[in-house]
């Protein structure tokens, strides 16, 4: 199996596939907002310096990042990952590639291709849970007992950014990133685009077997 990247606004749909076909073909799933929170715990000088940076609101260097992806691909040695949430713009893209390069790593980009309309929809009904999981007010994806995750038992939270101010910045920004990592990905021959749409007649399952064909198709 080739390994994966995930692109695509938040609450495409990404980390919900992501976390299916990590269950069901084995795939490893890297996020880098996993490592980092993961760094950060550890009494390391990595991981202080980590732990304040997402302290103080700011964005963590591309070189950390790289850095702290670039041991977690020594560590797993090969087997087939997803990464999701990362490259998330042009320069960290073009490192990445010499980073997978290096490792001789194959890989084909997803981009989940999904409506702002839909984004905004999901985004502002959002709950989240610490351990990484979300779940929507406004669709079925409600946790089976109010206010607390299914798979992990804590509390659930709305986070503060969440609203459609923030979201519409977020989203115009996201765009701006995007658009020239789409370009790069397409020039290297790597990008398969999904439609990442849920509809009365598009499912979340609908999706998933595409993805699958995409996978089969390329593998
Ligand atoms: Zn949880």
């Known amino acids: 199996m080739?390994?994966?990247?995930?692109?695509?606004?938040?609450?495409?749909?990404?980390?919900t596939h992501s976390s299916l076909l990590a269950e069901n073909l084995g795939y490893i799933q890297i996020s880098t907002g996993n490592l980092l929170r993961e760094i950060s715990t550890q009494n390391t000088e990595l991981g202080q310096k980590i732990k304040n940076i997402i302290a103080s609101g700011e964005l963590v260097d591309d070189e950390s990042v790289l850095s702290l992806l670039k041991n977690k691909l020594n560590d797993i040695a090969g087997k087939p990952f997803i990464l999701d949430g990362f490259p998330r713009?042009?320069?960290?893209?073009k490192q990445l590639s010499v980073i997978l390069d290096d490792l001789?790593?194959?890989y084909i980009v997803i981009y989940f291709n999904i409506d702002e309309d839909l984004c905004r929809k999901r985004i502002t009904g959002r709950i989240t849970c610490p351990c990484g999981k979300?779940?929507?007010m406004t669709t079925k994806f409600l946790p089976k007992k109010e206010g607390i995750c299914d798979s992990c038992g804590q509390s659930l939270q709305k986070r503060e950014d969440d609203n459609e101010e923030a979201f519409n910045k977020r989203f115009a920004l996201y765009i701006k990133n995007t658009e020239p990592i789409i370009d790069y990905y397409q020039k290297e021959?790597?990008?398969?685009?999904?439609?990442?749409?849920?509809?009365?007649?598009r499912s979340c399952e609908d999706i998933y077997q595409e993805i699958i064909e995409v996978i089969n198709d390329k593998y």
């Open 2 to 15: 080739k390994s994966i990247i995930f692109l695509g606004a938040p609450a495409s749909g990404k980390g």
């Open 189 to 201: 021959n790597k990008l398969v685009v999904i439609d990442a749409n849920t509809t009365e007649t």
């Open 89 to 93: 713009n042009l320069n960290q893209t």
């Open 104 to 106: 001789k790593v194959e």
């Open 134 to 136: 979300s779940y929507n």
